[in-house]
């Protein structure tokens, strides 16, 4: 009888486990910009390098942008509901675009030497703009600003890159617990020891793709 109630709380440990580690994606507190749900609004990005401490132009940090939302990662998903395009009509800089421009430009990327005074100055981090509460309770928003910090940009390009923007796509970070390997939002920063992964997983790609095909 021991042996049986051992046996199953070994059991229970593991459901118990396995539920927390597919509940990374509760998209909690769900907040993601409006027009990841719809194909006829893409996702249009600028990106900014006009600070005078960064020693790349805007236009080669957009082209870098560029790369990565254009590769195998978000770009495509839930049948093009998630389209990566140059905004502001062949603008490539956010500071340099018109107001009405800006407006449908809801990704922008701004890369500085210091990330305040939106972020703590070290790191890199989402700001959303424009909250509209759904009915649900989640919350979508009209842009997003990624503030990038140089550094990092420099250092390990493509995952500060995605991992930025899948904040702008709903991820939220890990918090090492578990999992660990699981996503782009869970790495070396959150006490993982998978360092700074280049791409999102398949896991982060799943969990985009049932956001965007829902309210």
């Given at each position: 009888?021991?042996?049986?109630?051992?046996?199953?709380f070994?059991?229970?440990?593991?459901?118990?486990s396995?539920s927390?580690?597919?509940?990374?994606?509760?998209?909690?507190?769900?907040?993601?910009?409006?027009?990841?749900h719809?194909?006829?609004?893409?996702?249009?990005?600028c990106?900014?390098?006009t600070?005078?401490?960064?020693?790349i132009?805007?236009v080669?940090a957009?082209?870098?942008?560029k790369?990565v939302?254009y590769?195998?990662?978000?770009d495509?998903?839930?049948?093009n509901k998630?389209?990566?395009?140059q905004?502001?009509?062949?603008?490539?800089?956010c500071?340099n675009?018109?107001s009405e421009?800006?407006?449908?430009?809801?990704?922008r990327?701004?890369i500085?030497d210091?990330?305040?005074?939106?972020?703590?100055?070290?790191?890199?981090c989402?700001?959303r703009?424009?909250?509209?509460?759904?009915?649900?309770?989640?919350?979508h928003?009209?842009?997003?600003?990624?503030?990038?910090r140089?550094?990092?940009?420099?250092n390990?390009?493509?995952y500060?890159?995605?991992?930025?923007?899948?904040?702008l796509?709903?991820?939220?970070?890990?918090?090492?617990?578990?999992?660990?390997p699981?996503?782009?939002?869970?790495?070396?920063?959150?006490?993982?020891?998978?360092?700074?992964?280049?791409?999102p997983?398949q896991?982060?790609?799943?969990?985009?793709t049932?956001?965007a095909?829902?309210?």
């Amino acid at each position: 009888m021991k042996s049986f109630k051992f046996l199953l709380f070994l059991l229970c440990l593991f459901l118990v486990s396995a539920s927390a580690a597919s509940a990374h994606f509760s998209y909690s507190p769900q907040r993601h910009i409006t027009s990841t749900h719809s194909s006829d609004v893409k996702e249009y990005f600028c990106v900014d390098a006009t600070d005078s401490n960064v020693p790349i132009s805007t236009v080669d940090a957009y082209k870098a942008v560029k790369e990565v939302l254009y590769s195998k990662n978000y770009d495509g998903l839930a049948n093009n509901k998630i389209y990566f395009i140059q905004g502001g009509a062949g603008e490539t800089a956010c500071k340099n675009m018109t107001s009405e421009q800006l407006s449908s430009t809801p990704f922008r990327y701004y890369i500085q030497d210091s990330t305040k005074p939106l972020c703590d100055g070290t790191s890199s981090c989402v700001v959303r703009y424009g909250e509209v509460k759904q009915s649900d309770g989640h919350s979508h928003y009209d842009y997003g600003v990624a503030t990038l910090r140089y550094k990092t940009f420099t250092n390990v390009r493509d995952y500060i890159v995605n991992h930025e923007t899948g904040h702008l796509l709903g991820l939220p970070d890990g918090n090492g617990s578990n999992d660990c390997p699981g996503s782009i939002m869970h790495s070396k920063d959150y006490g993982c020891s998978n360092g700074y992964p280049s791409d999102p997983t398949q896991k982060d790609l799943d969990a985009v793709t049932t956001e965007a095909n829902s309210n």
